[in-house]
């Protein structure tokens, strides 16, 4: 990241955490939150700061799904397929959220503003079918307004 001074944040998380037990998930959560994503050179310094293999921390990164390998957008946009959103219309609700965006699930567009992902369940039954957007919750949605739910980002 440009302007970032990441490299030297990272030192810090790691001279934070050195020699602590169970360090590991911390550091990788920080590390993302400051990169966005966990980057592989990231991983190399995690590991050799924390006395670890590389392999050992790719193996924890990719275990664990609130990490991330790649960028992504900034506005996270998850859409629900639980059983109540299935039932409700979820997949017309992705497939018109895919084309208004230009991406498929698991994509981030161009511009870096949004990603897509489609989850098992958000837990809002009663108000399928369901779109979270970073902390914004969108309930009973239908094709044809899922489009206007992006002019708010």
């Known amino acids: 990241m440009v302007g970032c001074n990441c490299e030297t944040k990272l ?72 059983t109540a959103c299935h039932v409700g219309g979820a997949k017309a609700i992705s497939e018109a959220m895919e084309k208004a965006l230009g991406i498929k699930n698991g994509e981030t567009t161009k511009d870096k503003k949004f990603t897509l992902e489609e989850v098992a369940c958000l837990g809002c039954c009663s108000l399928a079918p369901v779109v979270m957007i970073n902390e914004d919750t969108y309930a009973n949605l239908s094709e044809s307004n899922v489009a206007s739910i992006f002019e708010n980002y």
């Not at 959560?29 to 400051?34: G, N, P, V, W």
């Not at 990719?62 to 957008?73: A, D, E, I, K, S």
């Open 11 to 82: 030192k810090g998380i790691l001279d934070e955490y050195r020699g602590k037990s169970g360090s590991l998930i911390p550091v990788l959560q920080k590390t993302q939150d400051l990169y966005g994503y966990i980057p592989k050179e990231a991983m190399e310094e995690i590991a050799q700061g924390l006395g670890m293999l590389t392999s050992e921390v790719y193996g924890v990164v990719t275990f664990y799904t609130q990490f991330r390998l790649t960028p992504v957008g900034k506005n996270i946009i998850k859409a629900c397929h639980g």
